[in-house]
């Protein structure tokens, strides 16, 4: 398996542009978290997904983000309009959520520049 | 005030020293992850615990449920395990993460 796949693995946008990334989890894996990682804050869970299904979103910082799940292959998690402070690498990790698994594999990350 | 702890922030140690990096949490918590983040960025999940021990390789991972304290000790340490160590707790449906342990292993 290739592992989670991110994209795109660095993004620069002008602030008040819309950014999509882009996250392909493990095939099989049924549990999806979006995390932001930022020197001041570190890492943050922002929203994870059971079964296509929003679990939790509390970490999403604003009305500006939303994140999506179509499908068990596929979700986006968008910034509209971006703003300098959501500069931050954004990562995506994938699990099987069932009996005795917990272990979350992780994608290279977006690295998001606002200008 | 954060819910989890971490200590050192930074080590630097000789090849082949023993190494231990703590987290204390102050929440109830589910379960408890070490999470490895290498120089370039990427992240590695080490172990997941809910209670005792945890070996793989040279890495031992423990947690005290009452103290809530929770060490992972590297043996025989090696440049390659130079990176940033994570503590993550999960509570219900939410996690908090230490600031992180940066660990330099020195040849």
């Known amino acids: 398996d290739a592992g989670v796949i991110q994209s795109p693995r660095h993004e620069v946008t002008e602030m008040g542009q819309e950014v999509t990334l882009r996250c392909k989890p493990i095939?099989?894996?049924?549990?999806l978290f979006w995390y932001r990682q930022t020197m001041m804050r570190g890492l943050e869970l922002l929203i994870y997904?059971?079964?296509?299904?929003?679990?939790?979103d509390s970490g999403m910082p604003e009305d500006r983000f939303s994140a999506k799940m179509p499908n068990a292959s596929f979700s986006t998690l968008k910034i509209q309009p971006s703003e300098p402070r959501d500069s931050a690498v954004y990562f995506c990790?994938?699990?099987?959520?069932?009996?005795?698994?917990?272990?979350?594999?992780f994608g290279p990350g977006t690295r998001l520049t606002v200008t | 005030k954060n819910e989890v702890e971490q200590s050192p922030q930074n080590l630097t140690a000789q090849e082949g020293e023993f190494i231990t990096i703590n987290c204390s949490y102050s929440?109830?918590?589910?379960?408890l992850h070490w999470l490895q983040q290498h120089p370039g960025g990427g992240i590695v999940s080490l172990f997941m615990?809910?209670?005792g021990k945890k070996k793989h390789g040279r890495l031992i991972a423990t947690i005290n449920i009452q103290e809530k304290h929770s060490s992972l000790h590297i043996t025989a340490s090696h440049p390659r395990d130079s990176a940033v160590y994570i503590c993550?707790?999960?509570?219900?449906?939410?996690?908090?993460f230490g600031t992180g342990t940066s660990l330099t292993v020195i040849p």
């Open positions: 990790a994938s699990r099987l959520r069932a009996s005795g698994h917990y272990e979350q594999y």
């Open positions: 095939s099989g894996h049924n549990s």
């Open positions: 997904f059971n079964n296509n299904v929003p679990i939790d």
């Open positions: 929440v109830g918590i589910s379960a």
């Open positions: 615990l809910s209670s």
């Open positions: 993550a707790v999960r509570t219900g449906n939410q996690f908090y």
